[in-house]
């Protein structure tokens, strides 16, 4: 305690005052003196055990945070009783569980890395394989022509789909690396739509499913046009792939006080149960899943729109699958 | 890697009256909650999930078993204490809100702080009441709010002490669809960006599949436990 400058120089005023004091008083009355000098030199020993008491608590509290930095995180130093020194030790303990909270996540991340790196060797694999197969029978040279255009544009096919998976990935990558910037400026959300199905109206069509977009033409959020279309387009695109011939597909839309909402509403083969909690991670390919579904559309569209603070959820029956997305106004 | 246990309960029982006529509203529930979850405990009325809030919530002991909130058997604390640890570690959600009816908006939400000693901080304020879109109604006293408006206020009341669990017993019972949709999605909007742990109690379908995970109880057991959500 005494190597506190300010204990010392506490100690060394208090000592001063009783001093001066005693001896202005002494050339007085002696016997005042002598209780002054009493009464002063006890005030003196008790401030003294106090700052002694409470440096003793703090000291305890620095053995704790070094107990906590070897990692014991989950010690606990809350004793319940009124006071700051109690609210100190809650609001320490707080940031113990945050730094703990923190630690998993590291883990946790770790974890999933090697899990993306092992799903994408996986997804890379498979076209690879078959394209080799398909060059060695290219290579024979008494291979007919129908069947060279064929595999060459089979390889062809493969290729494309490599490359929708590595710039989707890169996409992705660069989303959850929070290196990209998203805009942030007023959207108005019938323009969001619009754009969104701009490129899937031609396979709806196709399907004869009907689409319908209701909502209120005024309903705004804060984010950005481009990258939210994508997201929104990614929805419709799956929703439209699990809805069979002459369904319908709806889109809704509209503004609170809290947030702006939009719905992607089919009436589709809907999405099981066991596979609701899952279908936005990462290569996650459902019961219902085409054959060739790679299981990231809907992973980008939730990155996108967790990234701009919003929030993606899906609920499905029997009778179709909703998909709804929330903008906040405020986010804490 | 497994997430932090906030909530521990072990063998709870709570038996209400004695011999011929006692009631066994809680028979030996165990079941834990990991930090950030959202959990909704259904059942019909009777099913003891009031008295399960109510032991959790630390404002009624149980007949047997433990409740751990982070570790610390809440229990075993002697009332002082066990207020104290409420005040910073629990936030409380009734139906009909328990504001109090003198205290204005700011002065409500603070409560809890001011109940410590504390002085809260200006901008853990400021985001909590923008998000609740409470910031111009600071100066009102809770009978000249709507009971929406009052639900929110007793939302920024149990969130300012951040504390480790939150609790609402039937938060929406008495709000119409739209300010019930409305007060969920703001609880949900603090589970998911503060990561706030959260245990609502309804017999509303609907507000259940919000959440991460439901929780069915009859005649005082957990009878389903299922996760909707990762």
């Known amino acids: ?332 | 890697m497994r997430k932090i246990e906030i909530l521990r309960v072990e063998n709870l029982s709570k038996v209400y009256g004695k011999g011929e006529t006692a009631v066994k509203a809680l028979d030996c529930v165990s079941f834990s909650v990991k930090k950030g979850e959202f959990v909704a405990v259904v059942g019909p009325s009777g099913s003891g999930k009031s008295t399960l809030l109510h032991i959790l919530g630390g404002v009624d002991r149980p007949t047997d078993g433990k409740v751990f909130i982070e570790n610390t058997d809440i229990y075993a604390l002697d009332e002082t204490k066990l207020a104290i640890f409420r005040r910073r570690q629990i936030g409380l959600i009734y139906q009909f809100y328990n504001l109090i009816p003198v205290l204005n908006v700011r002065e409500n939400i603070t409560l809890p702080l001011l109940l410590d000693g504390r002085k809260p901080d200006k901008e853990q304020f400021k985001r909590i009441i923008n998000t609740l879109g409470l910031a111009d109604r600071l100066d009102y006293l809770p009978n000249q709010l709507s009971g929406g408006q009052q639900q929110r206020v007793s939302i920024g009341r149990a969130l300012i002490s951040s504390p480790a669990l939150m609790l609402a017993d039937e938060p929406t019972g008495n709000l119409d669809s739209k300010n019930s949709r409305e007060i969920i999605e703001l609880m949900k909007v603090f589970n998911k960006k503060l990561k706030q742990t959260l245990i609502i109690i309804t017999h509303d379908e609907r507000i259940a599949l919000q959440a991460d995970r439901v929780m069915t109880m009859e005649d005082g057991k957990i009878i389903k436990d299922e996760v909707i959500r990762s």
């Not at chain 1, 005024?218 to 990614?234: L, P, Q, R």
Request: overall charge neutral; cysteine-free; aromatic content about 8%.
């Open chain 1, 1 to 332: 305690m005494l190597r506190n400058r300010e204990i010392r120089i506490y100690i060394l005023l208090l000592g001063l005052v009783m001093l001066i004091s005693t001896s202005v008083i002494f050339s007085m009355d002696k016997t005042a003196a002598a209780a002054n000098f009493a009464a002063l030199a006890s005030v003196i020993v008790i401030s003294v055990l106090f700052t002694k008491w409470r440096y003793g608590k703090i000291a305890e509290l620095s053995r704790y945070l070094r107990r906590i930095s070897s990692g014991e995180y989950l010690l606990d130093i809350r004793d319940n009783k009124e006071g700051e020194l109690s609210i100190l030790k809650n609001e320490i303990y707080k940031v113990t569980i945050m730094l703990a909270e923190q630690a998993n996540m590291l883990k946790n991340d770790k974890r999933f890395l090697a899990d993306s790196i092992s799903d994408i060797s996986h997804q890379l694999k498979t076209p690879i394989t078959s394209m080799f197969v398909m060059t060695d029978l290219i290579q024979d040279e008494n291979l007919p022509v129908d069947k060279r255009v064929e595999f060459t544009q089979n390889i062809k096919s493969q290729l494309e789909r490599l490359q929708w998976l590595v710039t989707s990935l890169l996409k992705l990558s660069k989303i959850d690396a929070g290196t990209i910037t998203f805009k942030k400026e007023k959207v108005n959300v019938k323009d969001l739509v619009n754009k969104s199905v701009e490129h899937l109206l031609i396979p709806i069509e196709l399907k004869n499913q009907a689409l319908e977009i209701i909502g209120d033409e005024n309903a705004v959020f804060t984010g950005d046009f481009n990258w939210t279309s994508e997201a929104v387009a990614n929805i419709v695109k799956n929703s439209m792939e699990h809805t069979p011939e002459g369904g319908k597909i709806t889109i809704s839309f509209n503004e609170t006080s809290i947030y702006t909402m939009i719905t992607i509403s089919d009436n589709g083969e809907g999405i099981h149960k066991e596979d609701l909690p899952y279908i936005f991670n990462r290569f996650y390919k459902g019961k219902n899943a085409h054959d060739n579904s790679i299981g990231i559309g809907l992973a980008m569209s939730k990155s996108i729109i967790e990234s701009q603070g919003g929030s993606i959820d899906a609920s499905s029956s029997a009778e179709g699958t909703q998909f709804t997305i929330k903008f906040y106004k405020s986010v804490v």
